[in-house]
């Protein structure tokens, strides 16, 4: 028996309840589960599809855990540092079980799985690379320094047969989730995948690398996994497409990502691959999107409707290393209180963006600005205390080191 699973919170269900109605088209035979991390109030209606089963993350964790997690997290990290407890409770509340895939939200099968682990039965670990090729020339549409940082793995896909190592890549996957789980350039972590990389040498033995070029197709990989049809059946690559990855799909308007320039991607989709994404875009419309996007993310904002920025966030994952803090999301509790205290809750518009370039008016003008400024600087103070201040200015940008602003012990 496989089971199948993804992970979102409610404004991506229509996404999700797409992936399903793939499954149920490919694998009728399988199960289906959808965990919704910040549950599943207000939506229980739009989830009576009787081959889709429904997992709400308080089955899987303590309030504490999740308490804690979704507010050091911000939504994509929290989603995915859920992912090992989700195996873990596959593979102790279903005994039949052999073999359970994770799959995004925002993939969709085209046809069977099985290519994926029909030639390897042996093995317990199921990894696909970002890329197959090997290139002299980077000539690739997304380029490749880029997943030197993300993981040379994708983790929009992931398979675990049953076996005797397979409690231990969960368990340890999932200890590395709980505290480094984040984004972060400097720390060199990208969620749960990057910890991936790791794979080949710990569990190298029980390791299947993925190298079916219609697996994880998506528009880091488009350039060598070209989209064809032939009587109806899409391939990638020249083999069958397997599944999708519509990884930060535009919904809006007709490209396919919004992680790559238009004027790049104009190069690759025409023909089949325009057909497949339109195709998609309707499902996703069918199924509600324009409703569930609107639904907002429950653990957003403080139970006073503040909003949790980022720099809150890292903030606390700093902050709850020396303490513990309860009651996170409330008003009354004490790391609210702190934060007030300090002045670092706003509620402005620009919070609500979580401060993003596109809620800054005019930022060119203004860059022109500080350019301007820092000229001036350097010819007021040399360049020698001009280059302590940008390596100063570099320590401060991360708001990690304004932990001080909590008044905290380590930092007084």
């Not at 350039?185 to 990057?194: I, S």
């Not at 890292?314 to 902050?319: K, S």
């Amino acid at each position: 028996m496989i089971h199948i699973f993804t992970i979102t919170a409610r404004n991506y269900l229509a996404i999700a309840l797409t992936l399903g109605k793939s499954v149920s088209k490919f694998h009728p035979e399988a199960r289906f589960t959808i965990c919704v991390a910040d549950g599943v109030e207000g939506v229980e209606d739009a989830l009576t599809d009787p081959n889709h089963r429904v997992l709400d993350v308080s089955k899987l964790l303590s309030k504490g855990e999740i308490d804690d997690l979704a507010f050091k997290y911000n939504i994509t990290e929290y989603c995915t540092s859920i992912k090992p407890a989700v195996f873990r409770h596959i593979f102790e509340t279903e005994q039949d079980v052999d073999l359970v895939y994770y799959m995004d939200p925002d993939t969709c099968l085209f046809s069977r799985l099985d290519p994926i682990v029909e030639s390897s039965p042996n093995k317990t670990l199921y990894l696909a690379p970002h890329l197959i090729d090997c290139r002299i020339e980077d000539s690739h549409g997304y380029p490749e320094y880029r997943h030197l940082w993300e993981g040379i793995f994708n983790l929009g896909f992931c398979a675990i047969r049953r076996g005797n190592r397979s409690a231990e890549i969960v368990e340890w996957w999932d200890a590395r989730l709980r505290e480094y789980c984040y984004a972060d350039h400097l720390d060199g972590l990208h969620t749960d995948q990057k910890w991936m990389d790791y794979a080949p040498v710990f569990f190298g033995d029980v390791l299947e690398i993925v190298r079916h070029k219609g697996v994880n197709v998506a528009h880091w990989n488009i350039s060598e996994r070209p989209v064809t049809v032939i009587d109806g059946q899409y391939f990638a690559g020249g083999q069958d497409l397997i599944f999708f990855h519509f990884s930060g799909f535009d919904f809006k308007g007709d490209l396919l990502t919004k992680h790559s320039p238009a004027e790049k991607q104009r190069e690759y989709m025409v023909g089949p691959l325009t057909n497949l994404s339109r195709s998609y875009r309707e499902n996703v419309k069918k199924n509600g999107f324009d409703t569930f996007i609107t639904i907002p993310y429950a653990f957003g904002t403080f139970d006073d409707s503040t909003p949790i920025t980022q720099p809150v966030r890292r903030l606390y994952r700093m902050a709850s290393k020396q303490q513990i803090y309860t009651e996170q999301f409330k008003s009354t509790g004490r790391f609210y209180k702190i934060a007030a205290q300090a002045g670092l809750l706003d509620r402005s518009p620009a919070a609500r963006g979580n401060y993003t370039k596109a809620t800054v008016a005019n930022l060119d003008a203004k860059l022109g600005r500080i350019a301007s400024l820092l000229r001036v600087a350097l010819k007021a103070i040399g360049f020698r205390r001009y280059a302590q201040l940008v390596k100063l200015a570099s320590y401060l940008g991360r708001f990690e080191n304004h932990v001080f602003l909590l008044g905290s012990k380590r930092d007084s």
